[in-house]
C-alpha cells in the first residue's frame, strides 16, 4: 500500500527565515511526485512534478528536490504571502487510472 | 497552467433534495478526472475517478448511488449528491487530469445540508 507521510504538520517562521518542508513515500515504483499549495477554503494549486532521483524544480522561492525515499519543498526567505498548507502526492507506476496518494500536508505559517 | 472550474462555489440546500456539481477544464481536454472530498484541517479523500465514455470508478466505502457521476464530454464531469443529508455537508473538489499526467483541481464546492 502506498504511503505519503509529510512532516512537520505545523511550522511557523519568521519572515526571511528559510526552511524546508519533507515528504517521505513508499511506493512500489514513483510515476511522479507532485507537490501542490493549498489557502483556505480553495483547492490545490500545482507547483511541482518530480520523476526521478536527483530530480530539482525551482519557481521563486521555492525549490523541490527528489531522492529514492523523500522529496524536500524549500522555502527561500519565505514571506507573509507563502502562508499556506503544502500537500506532497505520489502517483504509483502500479496503482490503477493514474490516481494520487496525498500526504496529509505540512501548514506553514510565516509571521511578518 | 491548465485552468479547471467549478460551479456552484458553495451550496446550501434542504436535507432530502438532490445537488449537482460541475467541474470543467477549460484549456484542455481531460479523459480522466477525480473528485475529492476534503474535511477539516484533513487531507482529501479520493471519491471516484471518471473517466469519459464510461462508468466512474468509486473507491471503496463510496456509495454510488448516491454520488452519481457523469463525464460526458472530454471538458466537463458532474458529480450529484443525491438525496442529501448533514452528514453530506463537507468541500467537494475535482481535479482534470493532462495528457503529461499532472492533475490540476477545481476551487473546490462547499456543500451546507441543513
Known amino acids: 500500500e502506498d504511503q505519503v507521510t509529510q512532516s512537520p504538520e505545523a511550522l511557523r517562521l519568521q519572515e526571511g527565515e528559510s526552511s524546508s518542508l519533507n515528504c517521505s513515500y513508499t511506493v512500489s515504483g514513483l510515476r511522479g511526485l507532485f507537490w501542490y499549495r493549498q489557502d483556505p477554503g480553495k483547492g490545490p494549486e500545482f507547483l511541482f512534478t518530480?520523476?526521478?532521483a536527483g530530480e530539482e524544480k525551482e519557481k521563486e522561492r521555492l525549490k523541490a528536490t527528489l531522492t529514492k525515499k523523500e522529496s524536500f519543498l524549500h522555502i527561500t526567505a519565505p514571506k507573509p504571502e507563502d502562508s499556506a498548507t503544502y500537500l506532497c502526492a505520489v502517483h504509483d507506476s502500479g496503482a490503477g487510472s493514474y490516481q494520487l496518494t496525498f500526504g496529509k500536508g505540512t501548514k506553514l505559517s510565516v509571521i511578518p | 497552467g491548465a485552468v479547471v472550474s467549478q460551479h456552484p462555489s458553495r451550496v446550501i440546500c434542504k436535507s432530502g433534495t438532490s445537488v449537482k456539481i460541475e467541474c470543467r477544464s477549460l484549456?484542455?481536454?481531460?479523459?480522466?478526472m477525480f473528485w475529492y472530498r476534503q474535511f477539516p484541517k484533513q487531507s482529501l479523500m479520493l471519491m471516484a475517478t471518471?473517466?469519459?465514455?464510461?462508468?466512474?470508478?468509486?473507491e471503496q466505502g463510496v456509495e454510488k448511488d448516491k454520488f452519481l457521476i457523469n463525464h460526458a464530454s472530454l471538458t466537463l464531469s458532474t458529480l450529484t449528491v443525491t438525496s442529501a443529508h448533514p452528514e453530506d455537508s463537507s468541500f467537494y473538489i475535482c481535479?482534470?487530469?493532462?495528457?503529461?499526467?499532472?492533475?490540476?483541481f477545481g476551487p473546490g464546492t462547499r456543500l451546507l445540508v441543513l
Open positions: 471518471s473517466n469519459e465514455g464510461s462508468k466512474a470508478t468509486y
Open positions: 484549456d484542455f481536454q481531460a479523459t480522466t
Open positions: 481535479s482534470a487530469r493532462t495528457a503529461q499526467e499532472t492533475q490540476y
Open positions: 518530480l520523476y526521478s
